[in-house]
């Protein structure tokens, strides 16, 4: 505490008062300030904050100077109203569609609130007009994930991340019988080809793991707070992964007849591709990339209009597969 400065005595109501004062005119406060703001130790300043988030007041933490600093997500409870334009809701209708997988989410009961509340504000022949632009786009899935089973502890996890808070992880793992329970920070959510997959530090696992949300069978939300990793980013998880499995990377190159080379080439598969075209008028891409059983699933996708060229490995793996799918069409 510095010299001078007269002794606060507060009780828990009025430290309450003063740390949300303090948040809603200051950009942000680490806990040594608000404990000598406060007159009281770290332990008690956390307890606040934690009755402070508990009213209905949106934390964020952030790094200042190596030290973590806690402010508001806004100055008040509730978000400040926003207008939009129509171009803007039609993009808003757009994401909406996009997020057709979400479904069985409490994440898409939200989105529907959020619409429905939209709506209501409308006059009438905005609304209308409203109706027309949800159809200006149409998702199609398939093999869409199924969330029944995990539904009830998605909302959770929402607070969790949102909040910063470990949790506890029941998981079914693919294949076994019995769940498995992960000490969690959850870091992000991940979504893949019309799923979601949770990226975040096992600690009882000593690095980073992805959990499909379909597989959480419980989440247990504790009260003690993490800190995300100034350096982290997650695309760098994923940088080099085909798809999701960020195992050994190997040097790929695959040649695409001429029946589909056009379509192959406006698509970037992997950063840092390249693209050569033959005299028959087939096209061969080569890139550097991890994921094997992603990149043979990619590659069977394409039939007999794909083949692999290197590495041996890989041309190995399709080969064997190709193999026994001919003993089941013979």
């Not at 400065?5 to 949300?20: E, W």
């Amino acid at each position: 505490m510095q010299k001078g400065k007269p002794t606060k005595k507060y009780s828990q109501a009025g430290r309450l008062h003063s740390i949300i004062r303090l948040l809603e005119t200051r950009r942000s406060l680490t806990l040594d300030e608000l404990a000598e703001e406060c007159a009281v130790d770290r332990r008690t300043i956390h307890r606040d904050l934690n009755a402070v988030e508990q009213a209905g007041y949106a934390l964020t933490t952030e790094w200042c100077d190596g030290k973590k600093a806690y402010s508001f997500l806004t100055k008040t409870r509730h978000i400040p109203p926003i207008t939009f334009t129509l171009p803007q809701l039609m993009s808003l209708y757009l994401l909406r569609s996009l997020g057709a997988h979400l479904t069985g989410t409490p994440f898409q009961v939200e989105i529907d609130e959020l619409f429905k509340s939209i709506h209501s504000v409308l006059p009438d022949r905005s609304a209308a007009h409203l109706e027309r632009i949800t159809r200006v786009s149409l998702p199609l899935l398939h093999g869409a994930r199924d969330y029944t089973s995990s539904a009830p502890f998605i909302g959770e996890l929402q607070k969790a991340l949102l909040h910063q808070f470990t949790i506890t992880l029941t998981y079914a793992k693919k294949g076994a019988e019995s769940n498995d329970r992960y000490e969690v920070d959850p870091y992000t959510l991940v979504f893949h080809k019309g799923g979601i997959y949770l990226l975040g530090n096992a600690r009882n696992r000593s690095g980073m793991r992805l959990f499909a949300l379909e597989r959480v069978r419980g989440i247990e939300v504790s009260r003690q707070r993490f800190a995300i990793p100034e350096d982290y980013q997650p695309e760098n998880h994923f940088s080099r992964a085909f798809g999701l499995v960020n195992d050994a990377s190997m040097e790929v190159r695959v040649r695409f007849s001429a029946d589909i080379a056009q379509g192959i080439r406006e698509r970037l598969w992997m950063p840092g591709q390249q693209m050569s075209g033959a005299d028959d008028g087939s096209v061969t891409v080569s890139f550097e990339a991890a994921g094997r059983m992603e990149l043979v699933s990619w590659i069977l996708s394409y039939g007999m209009h794909a083949e692999v060229l290197a590495p041996k490995e890989l041309r190995q793996e399709v080969r064997r597969q190709v193999e026994k799918m001919g003993q089941w069409y013979r």
